[in-house]
């Protein structure tokens, strides 16, 4: 940790969030933020986030990607060979301005603020300046992003801490994936719509959960449409996609080639099922968004 900062550095790191965040204007913004969140790892959450940005972005939807996982799988797809600088860290740790910390990516319209490993290493800092470091997303990346992307997607790490309290400190909605194969997978989106809801109270009263997505479905097996229906029955079917995404193995073959699946093999199952989901999302958006971005089903 001693690399990170000198004493100067961290007391301007510090007073940097303790100087007070004001809430981002309201004026004309149009994009929607959705964070996608749970706090249980190989539920989806990189997958749902590169594979509906590619295909938004392939229908003229102008997608912003932030990776606000510090492992950096959604970076390390979307930015595959090309070369960039400034990331997460940079944003959070230098006074820069965000426009200087995103990338175009290689795919149509998709642009991606991608993340480091060291960011990780400055949770400790953004807990010394907790409650003010809350707001730190919302302040330095909220604004510019409605106002320049009509989707903004952010893929979080599979905890329910500081940073994703962060995320979700700026974003209008939430979409939970969730594994239709496990069976600890009920106990997790509990906790998740639970957290969603303490940050509704406590600090943005117009986050809202959008869906439930159930991931990772057999059909086959009765224990994966037990679970689905467990789920459906306990959150209520207008909580939830009605698009489900099968488990396929293919996922995997493309995440080792740093593609999305829609690019790695099109007309897979998994693929389909995505560019389904794209589809219900903007029907979805067009109804509840008050912005009203012009959505129109793909």
């Not at 510019?144 to 903004?152: E, F, V």
């Amino acid at each position: 940790m001693g690399n990170l900062f000198n004493r100067k550095e961290e007391r301007c790191f510090l007073s940097g969030i303790l100087a007070g965040v004001t809430t981002a204007r309201k004026n004309n913004m149009s994009g929607v933020i959705i964070s996608i969140i749970n706090n249980k790892g190989g539920t989806g959450k990189t997958t749902t986030t590169c594979n509906l940005a590619h295909i938004l972005g392939k229908n003229d939807k102008n997608v912003l990607v932030i990776d606000n996982d510090s492992q950096c799988n959604s970076s390390k797809i979307l930015l595959d060979g090309i070369d960039y600088t400034n990331t997460m860290y940079n944003l959070i740790k230098d006074a820069i301005q965000v426009s200087d910390c995103i990338h175009f990516t290689k795919y149509s319209n998709v642009s991606c603020l991608p993340n480091d490993e060291m960011v990780s290493a400055l949770e400790i800092f953004l807990a010394k300046a907790f409650p003010n470091s809350l707001y730190l997303y919302r302040e330095k990346i909220r604004e510019y992003a409605k106002d320049n992307y009509d989707i903004i997607l952010v893929d979080n790490p599979p905890t329910l801490g500081l940073i994703v309290a962060m995320s979700l400190y700026m974003s209008d909605f939430v979409i939970v994936p969730n594994d239709a194969g496990s069976k600890f997978s009920l106990e997790g989106l509990i906790k998740a719509i639970s957290f969603i809801n303490d940050i509704r109270e406590k600090a943005n009263p117009d986050l809202k959960l959008l869906r439930l997505l159930i991931t990772k479905v057999d059909r086959r097996t009765i224990a994966s449409t037990a679970i689905l229906q467990q789920i459906k029955k306990t959150f209520g079917e207008d909580e939830v996609f009605e698009t489900t995404i099968p488990i396929n193995t293919a996922f995997q073959q493309a995440e080792l080639s740093d593609k999305t699946l829609c690019r790695f093999r099109p007309n897979a199952t998994g693929a389909k099922a995505y560019k389904e989901l794209s589809r219900e999302l903007l029907i979805i958006l067009d109804k509840v968004w008050p912005q009203k971005i012009t959505l129109q089903a793909l």
